[in-house]
């Protein structure tokens, strides 16, 4: 049985990711994504740049089923096997505490999820990284309580139908939470699709 699965979003936003993490990520890092999904986007970052080591973790079994079929398929081996990591269970950064984590990766996670995710995410993510090192979010956003576009409306409805704790998340809500684990705003890119890349650096 072939386990992998296939997000089409992946194949459309992968290389302009890759572009803001390649500008952002120091060589020889070792990544951690959160909520890594199919493992698509992890197989593609660490087969276009051999010098990270990346790290997937998914809350679910099928992804990182999924994750392992990537890998087994396209012999990568600056990736590693997928980490079983929710951000909403408690010191859930005790799980990476025997690797040295230099940046975090989060892609279409916090408004696919409660808020509890984003608060879980910040908290670990500041216990993991230390000064200077970046945690990178790549998803839609509000800004000032605003959509900015009628897409993102349009899928911050859904999203809601689908679960009343799901939705696009305020950027400035996101980056107040970042901050109480100090992380800074560093930078903010804007991507294809009405996305952003919101670059944090730890202080
Ligand atoms: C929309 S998918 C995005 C997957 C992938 N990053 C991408 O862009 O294709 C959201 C992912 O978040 C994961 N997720 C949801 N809640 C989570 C949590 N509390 N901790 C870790 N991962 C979570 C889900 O299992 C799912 O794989």
């Known amino acids: ?108 996670m916090i408004h696919i999820s409660p808020w509890s995710a984003c608060l ?10 230390s000064g200077g090192n970046i945690l990178y979010l790549y998803g839609p956003f509000k800004r000032n309580g605003e959509h900015t576009a009628v897409s993102n409306a349009r899928f911050d409805e859904s999203l809601r139908d689908r679960s009343s704790t799901w939705g696009v998340r305020d950027l400035e809500a996101v980056i107040e939470t970042a901050a109480t684990a100090n992380f800074q705003l560093q930078q903010i890119v804007e991507m294809p699709a009405n996305n952003l890349s919101v670059i944090f650096v730890k202080s």
């Not at 593609?44 to 998914?58: Q, T």
């Not at 890998?71 to 690797?99: C, F, G, H, M, Y």
Request: glycine fraction near 4%.
């Open 1 to 108: 049985m072939d386990a992998r699965q296939y997000a089409p979003a992946t194949q459309r936003n992968r290389e302009a990711i890759l572009a803001v993490l390649s500008e952002n990520l120091m060589p020889q890092s070792n990544i951690l994504e959160i909520a890594s999904g199919t493992g698509e986007h992890a197989i593609f970052f660490a087969s276009n740049s051999k010098s990270w080591h990346w790290i997937p973790s998914d809350i679910n079994p099928t992804a990182r089923e999924s994750i392992v079929a990537w890998k087994n398929t396209n012999n990568t081996d600056n990736l590693a096997l997928p980490l079983d990591i929710n951000v909403t269970q408690d010191n859930w950064s005790e799980l990476v505490a025997d690797r040295a984590i230099d940046a975090i990766v989060n892609i279409n």
């Open 120 to 129: 879980g995410l910040m908290k670990g993510a500041g216990q993991i990284l």
